[in-house]
């Protein structure tokens, strides 16, 4: 009786270990990919709202690539993509404003289409959308290829076979698969859907979360598309940026450089326009 319940107690801290392994690596796929799609690809391939040197600037083009893996998104293609985003934010030529999609799925099919185009240069963007970006064509053409992303996709597998106590947690695979796109899709649709509006502006930008702890900052786009070049995304004192923080922590360690930093300011007034 004793040995038996002893074998049931090993069990059931076995399987608690598993599971604690598995959620690690779910959470940790999720805040590293997301970190680096809006601290490089965002706040510094698209923006250039701080710099670094040539050296840190591979460094986390290499990290961008390891840890969006399987779905690893090119800076170039990005920058030109989120800069047509500004320009016509929810208008028809917007690359993916859920307000032209005719659901969640049809605009993340949209946005891979126009992303894809460019990765291949098969679409000529307007000349403003280009450079200042950072280019690693090795490092792309690897990300690109299906043998890297087959490799990705297997070493993510390998890991549920290896601690899954039960099938039912393979169903969280695809979202390792396509987690940049996902990460995309969910700031695009919610940022442009769901939330209050810090700012009246002429699209359809919102504030999803108040604590943004899903995609560390980026659902303020109401703040952001008010203010595009401030590093810090929130506005109100309620409101936290987890990536902002990192970006200061970084600045102090004089990993990147803020140079003219754009203060994004929230008033509770209406602001007067320039013709008052
Ligand atoms: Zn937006
Ligand atoms: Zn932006």
């Given at each position: ?5 002893s074998?049931?107690d090993?069990a059931?801290?076995?399987?608690v270990a598993k599971v ?5 690596f779910?959470?940790g796929?999720w805040v ?6 809006t ?6 391939s698209?923006h250039?709202?701080f ?6 600037e591979r460094f986390?083009?290499l990290c961008?690539?390891?840890f969006?893996g399987a779905?690893f998104?090119q800076?170039?293609a990005?920058?030109?993509?989120h800069r047509?985003?500004?320009?016509y ?5 917007d690359?993916?404003?859920p307000?032209?999609?005719?659901h969640?799925l049809?605009?993340m099919?949209?946005t891979a ?5 460019l ?8 000349a403003?959308?280009e450079g200042?970006y950072p280019?690693?064509?090795?490092l792309?053409?690897l990300?690109?290829?299906?043998l ?5 996709a297997v070493?993510?597998?390998?890991v ?14 695809p979202?390792?698969y396509l ?8 700031v695009?649709?919610?940022g442009?859907m769901?939330?209050y509006?810090n700012f009246d502006l002429d ?9 943004d702890f ?5 659902l ?8 595009g ?5 929130s506005?109100?004192?309620f ?6 923080m990192m970006?200061?922590?970084l600045a102090a360690l004089?990993?990147?450089k803020i140079?003219?930093e ?8 209406p602001?007067?326009?320039?013709a008052?």
């Amino acid at each position: 009786m004793t040995a038996a319940r002893s074998r049931d107690d090993a069990a059931l801290r076995g399987s608690v270990a598993k599971v604690a392994i598995l959620l690690s690596f779910f959470v940790g796929h999720w805040v590293l990919s997301v970190f680096f799609q809006t601290f490089f690809l965002h706040r510094y391939s698209a923006h250039r709202m701080f710099s670094m040197s040539k050296a840190w600037e591979r460094f986390f083009y290499l990290c961008t690539f390891v840890f969006q893996g399987a779905s690893f998104l090119q800076p170039r293609a990005y920058a030109i993509l989120h800069r047509e985003h500004h320009a016509y934010s929810d208008t028809e030529k917007d690359p993916h404003s859920p307000h032209h999609a005719r659901h969640f799925l049809d605009m993340m099919w949209k946005t891979a289409l126009l992303y894809g185009a460019l990765v291949r240069r098969q679409r000529e963007p307007e000349a403003r959308f280009e450079g200042g970006y950072p280019e690693w064509k090795l490092l792309d053409s690897l990300g690109e290829s299906w043998l890297v992303r087959f490799a990705f996709a297997v070493g993510y597998t390998l890991v549920y076979m290896a601690f899954a106590p039960h099938w039912g947690w393979f169903l969280l695979l695809p979202a390792h698969y396509l987690m940049g796109p996902i990460h995309g899709a969910i700031v695009n649709w919610g940022g442009h859907m769901i939330g209050y509006r810090n700012f009246d502006l002429d699209d359809e930008s919102r504030n999803t979360l108040p604590f943004d702890f899903l995609t560390l900052g980026e659902l303020f786009q109401n703040n952001h598309h008010r203010f595009g070049q401030a590093v810090k995304f929130s506005v109100r004192a309620f409101e936290i940026d987890p990536t902002y923080m990192m970006i200061r922590l970084l600045a102090a360690l004089r990993v990147v450089k803020i140079e003219r930093e754009q203060i994004a300011r929230w008033s509770p007034e209406p602001v007067p326009s320039a013709a008052e």
